[in-house]
């Protein structure tokens, strides 16, 4: 699949068509902790010109209010938490949207770091596990048992930089022997927690609780369509004039086709015009552009 | 299905036609800690009759010198290592058949405990990780790096209380930017660390690395092939006097009938008759018995 249109007049083929841009953040607004430049500006204009934007990340290590402080450390203080997707947001909106109890009667065991216990603090629903499991360790002596929390219903499992037996032999409890759904924040394989290399990513953590359960899990991150569901849900909004920009194929650009949005690839992250255009690739985004400063690059040249 | 016929003629139906026995350990010859009563006798009665013996765990905690303490701690001392296939055993034994270099040119990186570097020991393959790994915590500062030896060629994960992130990035590396095969003890979802409850099983390790590599290992424990190929070319014996004797369908009984062997399912672990019998059950042994004393209870019956 060579034939992908470079954006060349983006006020009639993007602009006119979108009322919400759906941003990845690595690769479309910063690169690792660096802005990339004149993104202020472009968001600037795309709020000032009505749009609509949600910032989606599969990263689960932060809630909302987290990554809202990363957003301002950068100079983006006019993002509101309510525009961060973090897919710890996403498993807590899911339970919500599924009707799961805010009245205490029924809990969740997370593994995971702070960012979804804190997304679940907020919607009132009560949890255990994540760091504060960190450093346990279960009694495996003659007769030994780890007792579990009888009112654990759902299990959410996150990236988890200290992901022990414990939590494992936990979560395998509540879902083999309770009744918990069993819930992944995503599945990508590696991520980046440092530029110098790629790193073990909530595949990891998942496949744990795979392998011990014999079950699969609800996704909530990308490329599941729950977003897509709750934007829709929560505010009524037509999926046609959506667009998903992202960095990457397989996640960003297949998440926007799948779900029936527009869709535009930027080459400001790990894909390659090369990559793009080639043979190889079956993933057709509607267009592509250098990056998001391409939205007013030729109103800028004409002024 | 529930037509299988209960062993009653031990010695036309089974001993006759059979050289070599295999026999899984739990269910089997001890119940946790307790040898089944009568199994002294039976195994020696066997030996007398010239027959073969294997004992198979897919346990690979221990090496085979450590089984063996388990045997003559339970007043088996007639069983020699050898006789013994844990699944430690058996990931060094694949390494050696696939001309894996014992010359120190490669090395194998594990997760798990002991029982696995106890095995390359034997056969001079030198190994990292596993419990040396127990504590480590890798760089993930501000481009902080797990750096890898360049000499790894291969991983084998083994179920291990003390998994972590490290060990999870360690064998991601090895595996998705190095050249590491990677070799899976064995699958098992749960397993019996203590009576009390079941307990998360090597099924979660295995998981965790799949899910960061997107590959599937070579597994070597039951139910894989791969016993039976190194008996045959081992010891030069012929599947079809080869009997598997367990008392789960779904992995003993399947591992026989699956590769040409007999099967004998034994009532004295997790199956019942009733189970057994069950037109649910799609899962046939050759025959069925309380135990192996059975093989000889005819013969003290009529004596």
């Not at 995971?112 to 907020?122: C, R, W, Y």
């Not at 667009?243 to 894909?271: E, I, P, Q």
Request: aromatic share 8%.
């Amino acid at each position: 699949m060579a034939n992908v249109p470079k954006l060349s007049d983006p006020q009639s083929e993007l602009l006119d068509k979108v009322d919400v841009f759906i941003f990845d953040c690595d690769g479309v607004i910063w690169r690792g902790d660096s802005l990339i430049d004149g993104i202020a500006e472009t968001l600037e204009r795309l709020r000032k010109a009505g749009k609509k934007m949600f910032f989606v990340t599969n990263n689960s290590t932060k809630s909302r209010a987290g990554y809202k402080k990363k957003f301002d450390g950068l100079g983006l203080t006019d993002v509101p938490a309510e525009e961060i997707f973090s897919s710890s947001f996403a498993a807590a909106a899911y339970l919500e949207q599924s009707n799961f109890p805010t009245d205490g009667s029924k809990k969740v065991y997370v593994i995971g770091e702070v960012g979804i216990g804190e997304e679940l603090d907020l919607i009132g629903i009560p949890h255990l596990g994540g760091p504060a499991d960190n450093d346990k360790v279960a009694n495996m002596g003659s007769g030994g048992r780890l007792e579990v929390d009888p009112d654990v219903g759902a299990v959410i499992v996150g990236f988890d930089r200290d992901v022990n037996y414990y939590k494992i032999q936990y979560a395998q409890l509540c879902i083999n022997e309770g009744d918990a759904e069993f819930i992944a924040t995503n599945l990508d394989a590696v991520t980046h927690l440092t530029d110098a290399q790629e790193w073990a990513g909530n595949g990891s953590m998942v496949g744990a609780i795979r392998g011990c359960t014999g079950q699969e899990p609800t996704v909530v991150g990308k490329p599941s369509p729950l977003m897509i569901e709750y934007l829709e849900s929560k505010y009524g909004m037509d999926r046609s004039r959506i667009c998903m920009v992202g960095d990457r194929l397989d996640t960003d650009v297949l998440f926007g086709t799948d779900n029936g949005l527009k869709s535009l690839l930027v080459l400001s992250g790990v894909t390659s015009e090369e990559k793009l255009l080639s043979p190889d690739n079956s993933i057709t985004p509607d267009f592509y552009a250098d990056d998001i400063n391409a939205f007013f690059a030729s109103e800028t040249a004409t002024v």
